[in-house]
C-alpha cells in the first residue's frame, strides 16, 4: 500500500496507523497541556483529542484515580482549571456540581471533574492542577 502522505514510512497510510506499535494503539491527534500534581510539581503533559481529559491523566503515575471510569459519580478525577481556561469549557451540568460541591476542596470557581472536559483543539494549552485526595 502506498502512502499519500509523504511524512509517514512507505506502505503506511493514515488509517492503517492504529494499532501499529510505532504510533500507539491510538493516532488521534494530541495537544499539549500543564498539569500541576498533588505535589506542586508541574508537567508538560500530551493530551489525545477526541477523549475526556481523565483519559489522560488517569494513565499518568501523578494523576487521577477516576475510580467510576468516567460516568460522574465518584469525584476521584476532581481538577482545578485555570482561570483563562474556565470560558473554553462546556458548561458544568446538574450532576458535576452535585458532585463537586460535597467536597471539601470545592473551588465555586475552577473545580470540574476532568470525566466531564472533552479535549479538543482549543484546548491546546490548557492548565490544570489535580484536586487533593478525600
Known amino acids: 500500500m502506498q502512502s499519500n502522505n509523504p511524512g ?68 476521584t478525577c476532581h481538577v482545578y482549571v485555570a482561570e483563562p481556561w474556565l470560558d473554553l469549557l462546556p458548561p458544568m451540568q446538574g450532576d458535576e456540581k452535585e458532585i463537586l460541591q460535597e467536597l471539601e476542596s470545592y473551588r465555586p470557581r475552577g473545580s470540574r471533574l476532568s470525566c466531564q472536559v472533552p479535549m479538543e483543539a482549543p484546548l491546546a494549552g490548557l492548565e490544570v492542577e489535580i484536586a487533593p485526595e478525600e
Open 8 to 75: 509517514l514510512p512507505h506502505g503506511l497510510a493514515p488509517e492503517r496507523l492504529r494499532g501499529d506499535w510505532r504510533f500507539g494503539e491510538d493516532a488521534r491527534p494530541m495537544v499539549d497541556i500543564t498539569v500541576t500534581d498533588r505535589d506542586g510539581g508541574v508537567h508538560r503533559v500530551a493530551a489525545r483529542e477526541g477523549v475526556s481529559l481523565m483519559e489522560t491523566l488517569r494513565e499518568l503515575e501523578y494523576g487521577v484515580a477516576a475510580i467510576c471510569g468516567g460516568m460522574c459519580s465518584c469525584a
